[in-house]
């Protein structure tokens, strides 16, 4: 009969701490934009979304999908700034892959690597306005084309409550085997990004 209190409170204990376990927020989504870095001289714009699960505390799958403003290489960039026209090669993106954290504070560090596919757009751009833009345009659009996509980075997440925000860097590389070889100089698209991100858990 003496171990019936003790019976009692070990019960009570494991209940809430089932409660409290089945409470704790498992999943994030996040928007996120930021600038992509060629050079010293061009930035361009990305942003996107994010959907992180947790497999334990300390890792999570990602997914991840958005808008990369332009993944030609800086040295690509200023020979065609050079010239009156302008050239770019922006990249719808969809991609998966496993974050790591560490820490459980409010602050904590990540590192993460993903892959997917890009589908790349080229845009011409100074020609004359018109009907010569037209046509050039609706040429390229014929070139659009569809290709792996790799991505690795890190930041430091902040999290409170149900809110999360980050700060991060990402370093994509786009491993294409068509025309846009002839773009790359004998290098790969890539582009080096700084970006934060604001969500939600649950």
Do not use: K
């Not at 009692?8 to 209940?15: D, E, G, P, R, Y």
């Not at 084309?145 to 980050?166: K, N, W």
Request: overall charge neutral.
């Amino acid at each position: 009969m003496r171990t019936l209190p003790f019976v009692a409170v070990l019960a009570a204990a494991l209940c809430v701490t089932s409660s409290a376990s089945a409470q704790e927020p498992h999943a994030a989504v996040q928007a996120f934009g930021g600038l992509g870095v060629g050079s010293f001289a061009t930035t361009n714009t990305i942003f996107g979304g994010t959907v992180t699960g947790d497999l334990t505390p300390n890792i999570q799958v990602v997914g991840e999908a958005g808008r990369l403003g332009n993944v030609l290489l800086s040295m690509t960039q200023t020979v065609i700034g050079l010239s009156s026209v302008d050239f770019s090669v922006s990249a719808w993106y969809g991609q998966g892959g496993v974050r790591f954290t560490g820490g459980s504070s409010a602050l904590r560090p990540y590192a993460e690597a993903s892959a997917g596919i890009a589908r790349l757009q080229p845009h011409l751009t100074g020609i004359a306005s018109g009907l010569p833009s037209v046509i050039a345009n609706a040429g390229l659009a014929f070139l659009n084309t569809t290709s792996p996509i790799a991505s690795l980075g890190g930041g430091v997440m902040f999290q409170s409550g149900a809110f999360v925000a980050d700060i991060g860097y990402r370093h994509r590389r786009v491993f294409s085997d068509t025309w846009v070889d002839a773009l790359t100089l004998g290098d790969s698209l890539s582009s080096n990004e700084v970006r934060v991100g604001f969500g939600v858990r649950f």
